[in-house]
């Protein structure tokens, strides 16, 4: 968890440094939330890359332990009632992102691709079965097909998922013209990522704030710092 108000008096402080400009609540709630998602999202681009990247060394099994730490704090279960097909929507859940299992009982299923499924219906043999299941993700309905076990109508199975962070929110009161962050409001809302990516918070907004605010100088010192950030990290 990073204090929201934290990052936006940073990023208040670089942004007006040298009369750059203002940038508002309403437009830093845009960027710190799109800031969030980008940063979220790269956690599973690189988990992905280290895992397909052999590596025996210990920097790079720490490497996957700390990515899995930080996705570990969106990881949810939930109970997916399935329709007559033995289909379920993972839709209905709202903050969806990841699929990541599938369970009746202790029976896990199999994740499968389309092509696998296919391939099932020439190869009797290869097919699911009761005791050892699969199942197929839909991405463009967000819903999946179970496979060799399918519980009777109307019945559930349990999933494990990935959800998206809440949504960021500065909330603030008007004291004299000057918006004062409102920590008690009831809708506000810090940031979920990790207490590391503090830093790269603050350089994504500022670079968003660069390109929305056409402010060519603000955007050429945050890209700068945060080539800066990625250097050193790889040194």
Same mark, same amino acid.
């Given at each position: 968890?990073?204090?929201?108000?934290?990052?936006?008096?940073?990023?208040?402080?670089?942004?007006?440094?040298?009369?750059?400009?203002?940038?508002?609540?309403?437009?830093?709630?845009?960027?710190?939330n799109q800031a969030q998602m980008d940063i979220f999202e790269q956690y599973f681009y690189d988990l992905n890359?280290?895992?397909?990247?052999?590596?025996?060394?210990?920097?790079?099994?720490?490497?996957?332990?700390?990515?899995?730490?930080?996705?570990?704090?969106?990881?949810?279960?939930?109970?997916?009632?399935?329709?007559?097909?033995?289909?379920?929507?993972?839709?209905?859940?709202?903050?969806?992102?990841?699929?990541?299992?599938?369970?009746?009982?202790?029976?896990?299923?199999?994740?499968?691709?389309?092509?696998?499924?296919?391939?099932?219906?020439?190869?009797?043999?290869?097919?699911?079965?009761?005791?050892?299941?699969?199942?197929?993700?839909?991405?463009?309905?967000?819903?999946?097909?179970?496979?060799?076990?399918?519980?009777?109508?109307?019945?559930?199975?349990?999933?494990?998922?990935?959800?998206?962070?809440? @949504?960021?929110?500065? *909330?603030?009161? !008007?004291?004299?013209?000057?918006? &004062?962050?409102?920590? %008690?409001?009831? +809708? #506000?809302?810090?940031?979920?990522?990790? @207490?590391?990516?503090? *830093?790269?918070? !603050?350089?994504?907004?500022?670079? &968003?704030?660069?390109? %929305?605010?056409? +402010? #060519?100088?603000?955007?050429?010192?945050?890209?700068?710092?945060?080539?800066?950030?990625?250097?050193?990290?790889?040194?």
């Amino acid at each position: 968890m990073i204090n929201v108000d934290r990052i936006y008096q940073r990023v208040l402080t670089l942004a007006n440094k040298e009369q750059r400009g203002y940038i508002t609540p309403q437009e830093f709630n845009i960027f710190a939330n799109q800031a969030q998602m980008d940063i979220f999202e790269q956690y599973f681009y690189d988990l992905n890359q280290f895992l397909r990247t052999p590596g025996n060394s210990t920097t790079h099994a720490d490497m996957v332990d700390i990515l899995e730490e930080k996705i570990s704090v969106f990881e949810q279960t939930a109970l997916i009632i399935l329709n007559l097909s033995g289909e379920g929507q993972l839709s209905s859940l709202g903050n969806f992102y990841r699929l990541t299992s599938i369970r009746d009982g202790n029976i896990i299923y199999e994740s499968i691709s389309r092509k696998e499924a296919r391939l099932f219906q020439l190869s009797p043999l290869a097919r699911p079965t009761n005791t050892r299941p699969a199942y197929l993700v839909n991405g463009v309905n967000n819903d999946f097909e179970l496979f060799g076990r399918i519980p009777d109508v109307g019945g559930a199975v349990s999933i494990d998922y990935i959800r998206t962070p809440i @949504p960021v929110n500065w *909330t603030y009161v !008007v004291v004299g013209e000057k918006a &004062l962050y409102n920590a %008690t409001a009831l +809708d #506000a809302q810090n940031f979920e990522l990790h @207490p590391s990516e503090e *830093t790269e918070l !603050v350089l994504k907004i500022l670079t &968003l704030a660069g390109f %929305t605010l056409k +402010d #060519a100088a603000l955007y050429q010192a945050a890209a700068g710092e945060d080539m800066k950030s990625t250097q050193q990290e790889k040194q």
